[in-house]
């Protein structure tokens, strides 16, 4: 491992602007998360009801089947979008063992 | 043939399979042992953490929860799933970066403190203690009504098959019989369901089904017909819940945020090649636990409807078979109130407490007499909501083959998740206790039989929960998630996300939460339980949900605790940007 003092400045703002891209990319998957569960399936649950999807009420829609739907989309759309952002930066583990 | 030999084959061939898988995987290094290796592919590693993850609880306990809760039993269904988001988002990457062996290996390093180490062994060692003693129960329930035999014989039979490949195999024996432990429980899971809900719609997916017409030509939608039935016998509709939105929304957040600081669970991350495949792992876990979690509500919903068409104002001389099979297990009850033979299913409970039968004679139509204290509601059914998913293939009068089966599931689903959590028990006891606190010096060969001893003590122990169950049990299985959430998480969460979290922060969050979760969950469950009412709630919210204030309460007192403290040393700040960038995992056998 490479100690922080031999990195080169280049190296430590291309890590930084690599950690900066990470959080946007969570804040905007986190706001979804909430706001298909805490949100859709909790909150607004009452005023969703009055729509339905097939038989579902579509809060309790959300609450019992989408919301689990939504959480896996989400981690595949982060799976990919990381990867390509570590590629961007140079800093992915494609060739590790 | 006989349901009963068919029983006997199918549980009798997916031991002999696990055994088999134990033997050809031994462990030969602590590396292997408790990790196995940190080779194992990530979608292996999916679905052995989806078999890990679903037991006995999501396996036997969901629907039937689900059936009786209705929409309530949401907080389940996504709060167990949504757990994932947040590991494979915030946690999973970033801890198999790191690259060690256990939870509070990385608690300890990151906050330089053997304190912080052993505050997260403690919370780790209670955390998973109470988790199996439920997982003992499920074995034991399964045992004693499908194979007929003592709960004690049940569990030591359970104990042995787990003793075989926890012990021998540890991690790498673990993950490879918990995929065929998956292949079974899913399989086991998914075939009833799929029965049932083609019987009640016309339509083979059950998640499909809960959204169709039911197929009896009134041309009702299920849940339509459903919160119908139950109106007109005085239940609350099936998609209106009865807890406040405050409760739902944080019991909901307390299971979520526990199931991302579960260690058996995080453990599992560490097994994979790299950070990456830490991630994809996270999410093929997910899918293999959301086949199963998209079911259960459909067969929650389906097993209400369908029990009370099959119970509710039918003659006792006439009741179904298995009411009776399960009325001899004690986990169904009949009080004939108002005498007329005839069984009314209403709301309340029937009578008071958990049924007593008394041994001599029959009641008037031949059924157990009762010695509880009739309560004077209408209601004269008592039902284990337990029983519904082992129940189900029976209620809908499924061949034997497919009882046989969830059986098999069922056990599958208990003993996968046990030895997870006696893996990372004796870990933490060989690998956190004994090597990096107490006996350095420890040679790799004596800490791997350090590991085998602590495994086989653990079992010993889950076993003796699993025989003589303390009356404590069922009622603090909340502080599994909500102690998970106040302590574990927040403290793995601003160590990789927190350049400025010192030890001095981390520990005094990690001690808030604990003591503050546990006293009130503690005061509610088992020291006042008189006084387990919403009026008395703090914000009205219940001992399920605590752990989010608990969390909250953490993370306050660990931010204001770091800024009047000092700023951890430089190391540390490397050792954060090191795990932050994906590249170089290592395997954890060559620190």
Redesign the interface.
């Known amino acids: 491992m490479e100690s922080e003092e031999t990195r080169d400045d280049k190296v430590a703002a291309s890590q930084k602007a690599y950690w900066r891209a990470n959080i946007r990319l969570l804040c905007v998957l986190m706001s979804i998360w909430f706001a298909v569960s805490f949100g859709a399936g909790i909150i607004f649950r009452d005023f969703l009801d009055q729509f339905s999807l097939g038989g579902y009420p579509l809060g309790f829609w959300f609450a019992q089947q989408g919301s689990i739907y939504v959480f896996l989309i989400l981690i595949a759309i982060y799976v990919v979008a990381m990867h390509r952002i570590e590629r961007k930066f140079d800093l992915d583990d494609d060739d590790d063992s | 043939m006989e349901t009963q030999t068919l029983i006997y084959i199918f549980v009798g061939l997916s031991f002999a399979l696990y055994i088999a898988i134990a033997i050809w995987s031994r462990a030969g290094s602590t590396s292997e042992f408790y990790v196995a290796g940190g080779g194992v592919n990530p979608v292996v590693n999916g679905m052995a953490t989806a078999a890990d993850w679903m037991s006995a609880a999501s396996f036997i306990s969901m629907a039937g929860l689900?059936a009786f809760l209705g929409?309530d039993?949401?907080v389940y269904?996504?709060g167990w799933?949504?757990g994932?988001?947040l590991l494979?988002?915030?946690l999973a990457p970033y801890l198999r970066k790191f690259g060690e062996f256990t939870v509070p290996d990385f608690i300890g390093t990151r906050y330089y403190s053997k304190a912080a180490r052993v505050v997260a062994v403690i919370c780790l060692i209670f955390i998973s203690f109470t988790y199996i003693a439920g997982q003992m129960r499920g074995v034991g329930i399964v045992f004693s009504r499908f194979l007929d035999v003592p709960i004690l014989w049940g569990v030591i039979i359970g104990m042995g098959i787990v003793f075989i490949y926890a012990v021998l195999g540890g991690m790498k024996g673990i993950t490879y019989t918990q995929v065929a432990q998956y292949c079974v429980l899913i399989f086991a899971y998914m075939v009833p369901a799929f029965f049932i809900s083609f019987l009640i719609t016309g339509n083979p997916v059950p998640?499909?089904g809960?959204?169709?017409?039911v197929n009896d030509g009134s041309g009702l939608?299920?849940?339509?017909k459903l919160d119908l039935v139950l109106t007109d016998l005085g239940f609350a509709a099936y998609?209106d819940g009865s807890k406040s939105?405050i409760d739902?929304?944080c019991i909901?957040?307390a299971l979520?945020v526990g199931t991302a600081g579960l260690p058996h669970v995080i453990v599992r991350f560490f097994t994979v090649?790299?950070?990456?495949d830490a991630?994809?792992s996270?999410?093929w876990a997910?899918?293999f636990i959301?086949l199963l979690?998209?079911t259960a509500?459909p067969v929650g919903a389906f097993a209400r409807l369908n029990f009370i068409e099959t119970v509710n104002e039918q003659s006792y001389d006439n009741a179904p078979e298995w009411f009776t099979n399960w009325e001899a297990n004690d986990l169904i009850a009949w009080r004939d109130k108002n005498g007329d033979g005839r069984m009314q299913y209403r709301p309340g409970d029937a009578f008071e407490g958990a049924p007593v039968f008394s041994e001599s004679g029959e009641g008037a139509s031949g059924e157990r007499v009762l010695e509880n204290a009739a309560t004077d509601n209408a209601n004269e059914v008592y039902v284990d909501r337990d029983i519904m998913v082992l129940a189900n293939p029976e209620i809908a009068n499924l061949p034997g083959w497919v009882i046989a089966l969830v059986a098999a599931g069922g056990l599958a689903a208990a003993l996968s998740t046990a030895a997870g959590l006696l893996l990372v028990i004796s870990s933490s006891v060989s690998h956190d206790l004994l090597k990096k606190t107490f006996r350095p010096g420890i040679t790799e060969k004596g800490e791997l039989r350090a590991a085998r001893i602590a495994a086989t003590a653990a079992i010993v122990v889950a076993g003796y929960l699993g025989i003589y169950p303390p009356g404590w049990v069922a009622q603090v299985v909340a502080f599994a998630f909500g102690l998970a959430a106040a302590s574990l998480f927040p403290a793995i969460f601003m160590g990789i996300f927190s350049m400025r979290m010192n030890r001095e922060g981390a520990i005094a969050g990690m001690v808030t939460g604990l003591v503050f979760t546990f006293l009130y969950i503690a005061w509610f469950k088992l020291w006042a339980p008189a006084a387990n009412v919403e009026a008395n709630w703090l914000l009205g919210i219940s001992p399920e949900g605590i752990g989010v204030v608990g969390m909250v309460l953490n993370f306050a007192v660990a931010i204001g605790v770091a800024a009047l403290t000092q700023a951890p040393p430089?190391e540390i700040?490397?050792l954060v940007?090191?795990i932050?960038?994906?590249?170089?995992?290592q395997?954890p056998h060559m620190h």
């Not at chain 2, 932050?580 to 995992?585: E, F, L, M, T």
């Open positions: 689900i929409y039993g949401s269904l996504m799933t949504g994932y988001v494979a988002l915030l998640a499909l809960l959204g169709s017409e939608f299920v849940l339509q998609t939105t739902i929304f909901t957040m979520m090649p790299k950070a990456s991630r994809k996270a999410g997910l899918l959301a979690y998209v509500g430089a700040r490397t940007n090191n932050r960038v994906p590249r170089g995992a395997t």
